[in-house]
């Protein structure tokens, strides 16, 4: 595979061509822990507007559009966020309200790994984020990015 097919195949992981692109040179790896370590490297060194591009690339906790997303990861954070799709009205209008209020402070959407965490739980991690200074939140929620990144590459390699 090439390097811009490979681009292509990770891209829906996390969603900023930028790390795709440093991810698909680092071809090859040997092993679903040196890819790990790979692509918290390239993370971690990309510029602030990567990660607001990763950022996008996600839909709002309870909500399945985004503003820019690759099927393959709609259905990723789907998935991801079957345990939030709570049938409780009070907490899905708090999550809204609280979406709002988080991209209303931080200019960009709440991140969160939400895999296996309730509607709930994640609330009262958006409501104590809210509390951030932005610098300590934009680092949180890159953070929770490479997280759902990591769950990703390993779904994509099916080695869950």
Not at 87 to 111: M, S, T
Request: with cysteine; aromatic share 6%; net charge negative.
């Amino acid at each position: 595979m090439d390097a811009v097919a490979a681009c292509r195949e990770v891209l829906p992981c996390c969603g900023s061509p930028a790390w795709a692109d440093g991810l698909a040179a680092r071809r090859p790896m040997g092993s679903v822990e040196e890819l790990l370590a790979a692509s918290d490297d390239v993370w971690w060194a990309l510029p602030e507007r990567e990660w607001h591009t990763a950022f996008d690339s996600h839909p709002r906790i309870g909500q399945q559009h985004a503003k820019a997303a690759t099927a393959e990861s709609l259905k990723w954070s789907s998935e991801e966020q079957r345990a939030a799709m709570t049938p409780d009205e009070r907490v899905k209008a708090a999550l809204v309200e609280g979406n709002r209020r988080y991209e209303d402070r931080f200019g960009h959407i709440f991140i969160v790994c939400a895999s296996g965490k309730s509607g709930a739980e994640i609330l009262k991690i958006l409501e104590r984020r809210l509390g951030n200074a932005a610098d300590v939140e934009l680092r949180e929620a890159a953070e929770q990015q490479r997280q759902i990144t990591g769950l990703r590459l390993r779904r994509w390699l099916e080695v869950e």
